[in-house]
């Protein structure tokens, strides 16, 4: 349902193009790691995801769960609640890991937060968090690497301009973009793991900043036309 609602809403946002370093869709059972940099890009993802005939389960913060209709729509999907800081949080891998088995896509943000910004800029994903790395050892999943860029171009800042950027953006039509890059395995040492991840997640945004004529900071600082 999340999915058919995105792929209805996300058009009138902006100009969404997708590309893939493979002609075919992610495999079943896959786990789809994708950057986190606004409230808008849930839906972009799960549009162009779509696209390619794929509606994941969606691992998410448990609080989504307590918004009237968003709740009940996540229940409904079977999308996996993430009770972070309590002895619950754990359990989400458990629930995650069956969806996997029973050959569901999982589509999980391996930073676990919106950056801590208030411009529409882009920028690298920052620090992965070691749920994405644990997960994919015990489940045995490929990791497929989903970089977006242009959601912040929709909302982004203080709540003001947020809900400013929802209500102009379908007369600005910015454009977006989704780039998958190819699936990995993951090394077995969690620190490895999460750093091959958010690597392979860094190379898939770049093409997406690229493709929408975003300047891409390189490591030194710099931009990269």
């Excluded at 860029?149 to 909302?155: E, F, H, I, K, L």
């Excluded at 209500?167 to 977006?176: D, G, W």
């Excluded at 860094?202 to 975003?214: C, D, F, L, M, V």
Aim: charged share 15%; hydrophobic share 45%; with cysteine.
């Amino acid at each position: 349902m999340l999915s058919r609602i995105a792929a209805a809403v996300v058009p009138s946002l902006g100009h969404l193009t997708v590309t893939s370093d493979h002609a075919t869709a992610p495999a079943a059972g896959s786990i789809i790691v994708a950057n986190h940099t606004s409230l808008a890009d849930p839906g972009i993802v799960l549009a162009a995801l779509r696209r390619l005939g794929v509606e994941p389960v969606v691992m998410a913060a448990a609080g989504l769960w307590r918004v009237p209709v968003l709740g009940r729509l996540l229940e409904r999907g079977g999308h996996v609640p993430v009770h972070r800081g309590t002895d619950r949080a754990a359990g989400a891998l458990d629930t995650a890991a069956l969806a996997l088995g029973d050959g569901r896509h999982l589509l999980i943000y391996g930073e676990g937060r919106l950056p801590c910004r208030t411009d529409a800029a882009e920028a690298p994903p920052e620090v992965f968090r070691s749920g994405l790395a644990r997960l994919a050892h015990v489940s045995g999943a490929p990791v497929v690497p989903l970089g977006q860029a242009g959601a912040r171009r929709v909302s982004s800042g203080p709540c003001v301009k947020q809900i400013s950027g929802f209500l102009t953006a379908p007369a600005r039509r910015p454009r977006l973009h989704v780039h998958i890059g190819a699936p990995l395995r993951l090394p077995a040492e969690v620190g490895a793991a999460t750093a091959a991840a958010r690597a392979a997640v860094t190379a898939a945004w770049r093409t997406a900043a690229h493709r929408i004529g975003e300047p891409v900071p390189l490591a030194g600082g710099a931009e990269q036309p």
